[in-house]
């Protein structure tokens, strides 16, 4: 053996970068949460001209020096563009920051950054628990039984409305590829279902549409939900779910694994495969059970319902 490497004696230069990454990956969250949540990109947006940490501190009422650091942090992460003027260091949002970090902008992130930052982090902290006990962490982390989830998901007004903030700014980047998956134009009349969908009687519609909804739930409340559409549904008619799918064998993608774990710590769910949906479809009555990728986040799911014969 040339080699004098084994195992228990790493080479010197044996360096886990990926781990290291991994391990303080949630600096780089926090970093944005907290630009965010101070304004840093807004003030930059109104102003029209790069501006020193001086201004910048001054303006979202924040100390110098920690707003010096906060902002050499953002142009590290690519979200500022540094600017040397005479000497003067100057700051400015690159494109990417302008388009989604600013409040005002239709393409705006922040409402679904400040959920990640006041409720889906507070939840993560007690993601050892939540894989311990298989179930939701709201107690844990708000003191609110979880018994009754969109009760402990809405349990404030603020809680509610932030939430719904957080689903629009989603689908104003993946709705309109989740909406022309499938051409939709034989369908007269579209139901969106939210509310009360156990318990208050559904409209007759052509077509229902299911928008991260059962990834919410159990398979039985899933199917005891897509029971009810079944019913409700006219001969002919359709239900197209908008969901996160996962691979045929769970290998992926990384993003929806670790929503998976998100619907762990945060709801009654998980991520399923398009297989898992379409026998869910199945077991309600719907048939010719087709899915479509769409390469964003969220992808569609269609199942029909018979033609009267
Ligand atoms: C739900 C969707 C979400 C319920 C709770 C949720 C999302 C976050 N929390 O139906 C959106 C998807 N993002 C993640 C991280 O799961």
Not at 47 to 66: F, H, K, M, N, T
Not at 150 to 155: D, K, L, V
Request: aromatic share 10%; charged share 20%; with cysteine.
């Amino acid at each position: 053996m040339a080699s004098h490497s084994t195992q228990g004696a790493p080479a010197a230069d044996l360096y886990p970068k990926k781990i290291l990454e991994y391990m303080e990956g949630f600096l780089i969250s926090k970093t944005v949460f907290t630009s965010c949540e101070l304004g840093v990109f807004d003030v930059l947006l109104k102003a029209e001209q790069p501006l020193s940490a001086e201004e910048i501190s001054q303006a979202v009422g924040a100390s110098l020096d920690g707003t010096q650091r906060l902002l050499a942090a953002c142009a590290g992460l690519q979200l500022l563009i540094v600017h040397h003027d005479k000497g003067q260091v100057l700051y400015s949002n690159t494109e990417e920051a302008r388009v989604f970090l600013t409040r005002s902008s239709p393409l705006s992130l922040c409402q679904s950054i400040q959920y990640s930052s006041r409720t889906i982090y507070l939840c993560w902290h007690y993601l050892t628990d939540a894989v311990r006990e298989g179930k939701n962490q709201y107690e844990k982390a708000f003191g609110v039984s979880s018994k009754d989830l969109f009760q402990a998901m809405y349990r404030s007004d603020e809680e509610l409305v932030k939430f719904m903030h957080l689903m629009n700014s989603i689908w104003n980047i993946c709705g309109k590829n989740v909406i022309t998956a499938f051409d939709l134009s034989p369908f007269k009349v579209i139901c969106d279902l939210g509310g009360d969908f156990f318990k208050d009687s559904l409209p007759v519609a052509d077509l229902y549409i299911l928008a991260r909804i059962l990834h919410d739930w159990t398979d039985e409340r899933c199917i005891k939900l897509l029971q009810r559409i079944y019913e409700a549904c006219k001969p002919g008619g359709a239900v197209l779910l908008v969901e996160a799918l996962l691979n045929e064998d769970g290998s992926g993608p990384l993003t929806v694994q670790l929503y998976s774990l998100n619907m762990l710590v945060q709801t009654e769910g998980r991520e399923r495969t398009d297989a898992q949906y379409a026998a869910l479809l199945t077991t309600a009555g719907f048939t010719n059970i087709q899915h479509c990728l769409t390469g964003k986040i969220y992808d569609a799911v269609m199942g029909y319902k018979r033609h009267e014969i």
